[in-house]
Nanobody, 124 residues
Framework: QVQLVESGGGLVQPGGSLRLSCTAS????????MGWYRQAPGKQRELVAI???????NYADSVKGRFTISRDNAKNTVYLQMNSLKREDTDVYYC??????????????????WGQGTQVTVSS
């Protein structure tokens, strides 16, 4: 069983900062890509940032220069440092991992896992 557990969401004023964390645990053989997505009510989930196993990153245009994604492979953890937050960053943020469970260690397939989501609210 693989779980992704997020933490670090909350309420922050415009211009403030928050740091999200997400740790993958369970029967994990290997993790490929980890990332963060966000979703507002009634809207599609959208990419915020992703990071590969060799630390290549990709960001949504709306967060470039303000958000930084990083990961600690030894801890199976991905972070999202969010600075200069804007009201429009208010959303539920979901952690994502593309990984291979131990029971599929001999497979070439990768499997998609999601965290439960953490609310980020930017408001004065």
């Amino acid at each position: 069983q693989v779980q992704l557990v997020e933490s670090g969401g909350g309420l922050v004023q415009p211009g403030g900062s928050l740091r999200l964390s997400c740790t993958a645990s369970g029967s994990i053989f290997s993790i490929n890509v980890m990332g963060w997505y966000r979703q507002a009510p009634g809207k599609q989930r959208e990419l915020v940032a992703i990071i590969t196993s060799d630390d290549s990153t990709n960001y949504a245009d709306s967060v470039k220069g303000r958000f930084t994604i990083s990961r600690d492979n030894a801890k199976n953890t991905v972070y999202l440092q969010m600075n200069s937050l804007k009201r429009e960053d208010t959303d539920v943020y979901y952690c994502n991992a593309i990984l291979r469970p131990i029971e599929r260690s001999r497979s070439d397939a990768w499997f998609n896992y999601w965290g439960q989501g953490t609310q980020v609210t930017v408001s004065s």
